[in-house]
């Protein structure tokens, strides 16, 4: 499997992973019940933010003093690339999560715990599913295609959804669950399982859980091709997936209480899966530089926070006169 990855590149960002990890799932946990307040969670969202680019400057110049300048710059734009397309995609991820605690009635003190398994498990499922993606591309490279047309249906259907937070419990996996899952009718802290007279219980929290690793699966099925219409090398389409992964668990306490000032995001998303699709599709006859693809997602991302800000805008104007 081809990779720009050296063993220093490799060891380094396995390195930071884990010293981040171990910051924001120890320290963090140190909080017990408590949930992570809006300035605590901007605070983390900019670390995270900062470290990914600090990363990116730092495999820039490791690349520039190895192989030259032109291959530093062009893959170090691809991992911003891929940083900034994963980190939106997260967000719809963001979203779902939230409507799956609402809707399970979890209380923001439960919710901890879930987050974090749910971050590890979406860390360690996306690693599994890119390496085997970067062998199916470099085994069978038309799968790109398939790839491609995948991304645009997405885009299509996103736009085109949606959204009923009371449609969750009824849900085919969720109907499953319960009919086969012995499940206690209430809440009993962060346990996910409980023992009652010597019989094994499952709580309603591991109900939830199972639901965002099925929610992380589905958007890893989104987000990883996307990623590979900007690069199949493994190193950067796992380092940029990884780094705006980390930042997860910080972005949902971030949005957790402004989250439906952003309804025009969706449709933003969706057209950054379309162009991505077109862009897969259309590759053997034009190729899209990586620095017009990073401009062409910041743009759209871009335009649609200025839309949304707009339409909340007007929707207060309307709240506020009589």
Request: charged share 15%; net charge positive.
């Amino acid at each position: 499997m081809q990779s720009i990855g050296t063993p220093l590149l490799w060891g380094s960002f396995t390195v930071v992973v884990l010293i981040m990890l171990a910051i924001d799932l120890l320290l963090q946990g140190r909080r017990g019940a408590q949930t992570m307040s809006f300035r605590q969670a901007a605070i983390w969202s900019l670390i995270w933010v900062s470290v990914s680019l600090l990363f990116a400057a730092a495999f820039w110049w490791y690349l520039d003093t190895h192989a030259g300048r032109e291959v530093a710059t062009t893959q170090t734009l691809a991992f911003l690339t891929g940083y900034v397309l994963e980190k939106a995609l997260a967000v719809d991820n963001v979203f779902v999560w939230l409507m799956l605690f609402s809707y399970f009635a979890i209380p923001p003190q439960l919710q901890r715990r879930v987050l974090i398994y749910g971050v590890l498990g979406a860390i360690v499922l996306r690693t599994i599913m890119i390496f085997a993606g970067s062998w199916l591309v470099m085994q069978f490279s038309w799968i790109l295609y398939i790839f491609g047309a995948f991304l645009l249906f997405t885009g299509i259907k996103m736009a085109l959804a949606r959204e009923d937070d009371t449609a969750v419990g009824d849900k085919p996996v969720v109907r499953w669950l319960r009919q086969h899952l012995r499940m206690t009718d209430s809440l009993e802290g962060e346990k996910f399982f409980i023992r009652r007279n010597g019989v094994l219980f499952a709580t309603p929290l591991l109900l939830v859980l199972i639901m965002v690793e099925l929610s992380d699966v589905i958007f890893a099925v989104d987000s990883i091709p996307a990623i590979f219409a900007v690069t199949t090398d493994p190193l950067i389409v796992l380092t940029s997936n990884l780094f705006a992964i980390l930042g997860l668990r910080a972005m949902y306490f971030l949005l957790s209480n402004v989250a439906e000032r952003f309804s025009m995001l969706k449709y933003g998303l969706a057209i950054v899966l379309v162009f991505i699709g077109i862009k897969m599709l259309i590759v053997e006859f034009y190729h899209i530089p990586v620095a017009v693809s990073l401009s062409v997602v910041g743009i759209i991302l871009g335009g649609t926070l200025l839309i949304n800000a707009w339409v909340n805008r007007r929707n207060d104007r309307r709240r506020i006169s009589p």
